[in-house]
Nanobody, 127 residues
Framework: VQLQASGGGLVQAGGSLRLSCAASGRTFSNYALGWFRQAPGKEREFVAAIRWSDGNIYYADSVKGRFAISRDNAKNTMYLQMNSLKPEDTAVYYC?????????????????????WGQGTQVTVSS
């Protein structure tokens, strides 16, 4: 399984970026694909996830209303549209695939429930 994240960069506060995650190597119909981020000196934290089979979406409270996750089944690609970016959004963003318990927000947001990880893409938001 390969997950290839791209689209990071440097942007001013209030700006936008779109991240992409190209997935290959297996079918993901029973999987959730998600975005996590990790800032220097901090733990990896959940950003958003999408259930591949039916498109159900889950967001961390810190990004609700600003970020939008989506998928293109035909391209096996997941996206994260990030708007109204803040300096505190600065981190390395990782895409991941796993099989969390969808009835549990704790499970959906737990990095331990994701088996496959991409290499990460840096997002830097300047103030």
């Amino acid at each position: 399984v390969q997950l290839q994240a791209s689209g990071g960069g440097l942007v001013q506060a209030g700006g936008s970026l779109r991240l992409s995650c190209a997935a290959s190597g297996r079918t993901f119909s029973n999987y959730a694909l998600g975005w996590f981020r990790q800032a220097p000196g901090k733990e990896r934290e959940f950003v958003a996830a999408i259930r591949w089979s039916d498109g159900n979406i889950y967001y961390a409270d810190s990004v609700k209303g600003r970020f939008a996750i989506s998928r293109d089944n035909a391209k096996n690609t997941m996206y994260l549209q990030m708007n109204s970016l803040k300096p505190e959004d600065t981190a390395v963003y990782y895409c991941a695939a796993g099989q969390p318990y969808y009835s549990s927000s704790y499970s959906i947001s737990s990095p331990a429930k994701y088996d496959y990880w991409g290499q990460g893409t840096q997002v830097t938001v300047s103030s």
